[in-house]
């Protein structure tokens, strides 16, 4: 991370070298791959998340998602151990 910072100006004026071209986007490819696979979220999850958006120093915007109130929290809590319950239920014989 730190060298993707410290070089995506030089990146952007394109006054890298292409070897070091080529190892920024390898690591730029890296880090959205690792990023996509990582981001995945319940849509029950969804529902109950928000996201925050902010600017660093920089000016560059952040996002975090899936973030829940505590509230939310204890909701999609209890869904989830209601999930499994009632998929039990469906799956019971009926006598």
């Known amino acids: ?3 993707i910072e410290e070089n995506k100006t030089a990146y952007e004026a394109g006054d ?3 070897d070091e071209t080529a190892d920024y986007e390898a690591r ?3 880090m959205d791959a690792i990023d996509a696979a990582c981001i995945g979220y319940d849509p029950e999850a969804m529902a109950l998340a928000g996201v925050r958006v ?3 120093h920089q000016g560059e ?3 975090r998602r899936g973030l829940l109130k505590a509230e939310d929290q204890h909701t999609l809590a209890a869904r ?3 999930a499994p319950q009632s998929e039990r239920e469906a799956e019971a014989p009926i006598s």
């Open 80 to 82: 989830e151990r209601a």
């Open 54 to 56: 902010f600017l660093n």
């Open 16 to 18: 890298l070298t292409d």
């Open 1 to 3: 991370m730190a060298f």
């Open 61 to 63: 915007v952040h996002v």
């Open 28 to 30: 730029i490819a890296r």
